[in-house]
């Protein structure tokens, strides 16, 4: 079997800022129409990952080559084989849609009568043909995010990127993007590189999966790979009144469980066959001299992934993100 | 040329913008009508108290100077008080700006040349204001002596003949040059690099950074949009001043071509300016500051209000590297001499220098990366 060939190389690729180190000695490669996911909470380095391989921040070390390019020598040339759709909304609002999937279309030299069957079949495709001709300000936000979707494919890129294109839209609106991300990739042979912490996305969408966690790579495999990895196939959670300073030793050795994670008043138990040892579990725990409010039983995900190789939920770090506005003004050397 | 697409992009946002465009035009409009109206080049209507003690000769021939000058310069207008005391506590409490005391004996110690004198309180803490009483009480106080007005010349006395070169300009007409210059500022200040600017401040320009657009488009692109929308304002201003002060244009297409190449590289420059001094700012805040900032260290000492003669040495020094003193210096020769295009070919090929020196840096300096 013929290996594919590879849409981006990345070796030993570091950024600091200062004395933060943003992405620390990362290497991985992605394949040519893989669809490859890079998980992580807010703050991990996954944003200034991307902005290395899209050329908009150069490394301070290592090497990265997308699209046969290397990011740093040939950055004009990565610039037209790649889509990026960044994180914030970067459509313009006192353009239409029209206006703005045409203007982008024209920063890549493409032909008027090209760009304009591209652009009507692209805004026919996210369902915004009927809107094309509005302002982008009377969008609402998951319009306006499938509008610079689309504009990113305007120019026919050999690889997508996509950094946390679903953040703060609805489910519907989610589901929407990635029916049209899904079609795209499906037409186009696209390689796409995805960026997010939602862990459902990245489970039912991606090919292979790198988790990121202050700056590093600390798994990387297929979804099912990287389940397989954590010992247990079912996670009974059991949310307590207080937990005994013991507790954690003594329900490892019972012989079904695998591993025992306590955050807080939650235990969450790594064990085969959940829902049918969940009632001799319970018994034991109260034995221990724990008091159950609630037990949950649910099958490992990429989440119990995070938290078996971090030690933490990713929905912990949601709630630092703070608004983009912060900061804006004070020289980028300090943030 | 993606450049060009660069330029749409920034046209079609800023029509859609016509608060801005309205304020750009009127801003200056109103500066000229303000300025034009509180100063006017000279002081007129300050306050003088006066109080007339004598009744001889030359207090009344100093009276009829006084009101001479109160029905013709008008500099001041006369308050007649019988009270030394009160008129000087009016200048105090900022009834007038100055009291003129003319004693008993003042027509006396003329005739018998023993030292005469008149008391001028005026309130010092306005120097102009001062300034311009003391020079006009001592003008009407010079010409008491002479009892009649000369209709022949003495042979023997020296006389100064002044010629004016030129047609009168009226003092508002004077600052149509630096107005427009205003609205080139102005201009600036609201397109090119500060539209980079808000792109940043809202991460809008990762948009156009992730593309091929080189440096050279993203700066070109701008400053060529800039330069569309700030010559199309200045020249609204232009007319519009023209028209206000009713500045007689009469020499054509020639002369209209000048004032547009002088407008229309005046503005390339400040743009390209502007591109070396923002181009990594990252928030309209920072561009705000440091218009203010701008506007006065290139606006004052560009001879639009005061000449660049009257400064000191080391503001001169500045004014010869400022490109709106040239552009100044251009308009006004252009609007008020009439002259030919040689006239002003020194201020053209300065400003075309400083275009062509500021674009090449502003391009090189430009940060393509975040």
């Known amino acids: 079997m013929t290996e594919k060939p590879l849409a981006i190389e990345v ?12 992405v620390d000695n990362v290497s991985f490669n992605v394949s040519s129409g893989e669809f490859f996911g890079f998980l992580g909470p807010n703050g991990a380095g996954k944003t200034t990952l991307i902005r290395m391989l899209t050329t908009l921040l150069r490394p301070t070390e290592g090497r990265a080559v997308v699209a046969s390019h290397d990011v740093e020598k040939e950055p004009g040339a990565v610039r037209y084989s790649i889509g990026v759709v960044p994180q914030a909304m ?9 206006e703005n999937m045409d203007i982008y279309g024209r920063f890549y030299g493409i032909p008027k009568k090209q760009r304009r069957e591209r652009i009507a079949y692209l805004l026919e495709t996210v369902g ?6 509005d302002l982008v300000a009377t969008y609402s936000g998951g319009m306006r995010r499938r509008l610079e979707i689309a504009r990113v494919l305007v120019h026919r890129p050999a690889i997508l990127f996509l950094d946390e294109p679903t953040l703060g839209l609805d489910p519907q609106s989610r589901r929407v993007v990635w029916e049209f991300i899904q079609k795209s990739r499906g037409e186009d042979s696209l390689t796409i590189f995805l960026t997010t912490h939602y862990m459902d996305e990245a489970e039912a969408l991606c090919d292979r999966v790198a988790i990121i966690d202050y700056g590093r790579i600390i798994a990387i495999g297929s979804p099912d790979e990287l389940k397989a990895q954590v010992p247990g196939n079912d996670i009974i959670i059991l949310t307590t009144k207080g937990i005994p300073p013991d507790t954690e030793a003594r329900i490892k050795v019972i012989p079904y469980v695998h591993n025992v994670k306590i955050e807080g008043d939650v235990i969450r138990v790594y064990v085969d066959k959940g829902a049918q040892n969940v009632a001799d579990l319970i018994e034991k725990v109260k034995i221990i001299g724990v008091s159950i409010e609630a037990v949950e039983i649910h099958r490992q995900s990429l989440e119990d992934v995070f938290i078996h190789y971090t030690g933490r939920s990713i929905r912990e770090e949601e709630a630092k993100k703070v608004s983009f506005l912060v900061g804006a003004g004070v020289p980028s050397k300090l943030r | 040329m993606k450049a060009i697409a660069v330029i749409d992009r920034d046209l079609r946002r800023f029509r859609r913008n016509p608060v801005i465009i309205a304020m750009s035009v009127i801003m200056p409009i109103v500066y000229l009508i303000i300025l034009g109206n509180s100063f006017q080049g000279k002081i007129k209507g300050i306050p003088l108290a006066v109080v007339n003690y004598d009744s001889g000769q030359y207090a009344r021939r100093l009276m009829e100077n006084l009101r001479a000058v109160e029905a013709g310069p008008r500099t001041f207008f006369i308050v007649n008080l019988n009270d030394q005391k009160a008129a000087v506590n009016g200048v105090r409490e900022g009834r007038y700006k100055g009291a003129l005391i003319i004693p008993p004996d003042f027509s006396k110690r003329i005739i018998l040349t023993t030292r005469p004198e008149l008391g001028l309180f005026t309130d010092n803490t306005d120097a102009i204001s001062s300034g311009a009483l003391n020079e006009a009480v001592s003008g009407a106080l010079r010409e008491i002596k002479s009892g009649y007005t000369p209709i022949r010349e003495n042979p023997s006395e020296v006389y100064l003949r002044g010629e004016d070169l030129y047609r009168k300009v009226d003092y508002d007409q004077s600052l149509v040059p630096g107005v427009v210059i205003m609205a080139i500022f102005m201009g600036t200040m609201i397109t090119g690099v500060f539209n980079l600017v ?4 809202l991460g809008v320009d990762e948009s156009y950074l992730l593309t091929p657009l080189t440096k050279g488009d993203i700066v070109t692109g701008l400053v060529v949009s800039g330069l569309f929308i700030t010559t199309l304002l200045a020249l609204m201003v232009f007319v519009l001043g023209v028209l206000i002060t009713g500045i007689p244009l009469s020499g054509g297409i020639g002369q209209c071509g000048a004032i547009f190449m002088v407008i229309v590289l005046t503005t390339l ?10 181009g990594r700012a990252n928030h309209p805040r920072i561009v705000g500051i440091f218009s203010g900032f701008m506007n006065v260290i290139l606006f004052f000492p560009s001879g ?7 400064f000191p040495g080391w503001l001169k020094t500045f004014a010869r590297i400022n490109p709106e003193a040239y552009a100044v210096d251009a308009l006004k020769a252009l609007i008020f001499k009439g002259v030919r295009f040689h006239a002003i070919i020194g201020d053209i090929a300065f400003l075309t220098l400083f275009t062509l020196i500021t674009m090449t840096i502003a391009i090189m300096t430009f940060k393509r990366t975040l």
């Not at chain 1, 915004?128 to 001709?133: G, N, T, V």
């Not at chain 2, 639009?304 to 009257?310: C, E, R, T």
């Open chain 2, 269 to 278: 420059g400040l743009l390209s300016m502007m591109f070396i001094f923002l």
């Open chain 1, 90 to 98: 970067t459509s313009d609002l006192d353009l239409t849609g029209w």
């Open chain 2, 198 to 201: 808000m792109d940043r401040f």
């Open chain 1, 11 to 22: 070796s030993n690729l570091t950024k600091r800022f200062g004395a933060l180190t943003a």
């Open chain 2, 304 to 310: 639009a209000v005061y000449p660049i003669a009257s």
């Open chain 1, 128 to 133: 915004l043909s009927a809107r094309a001709h």
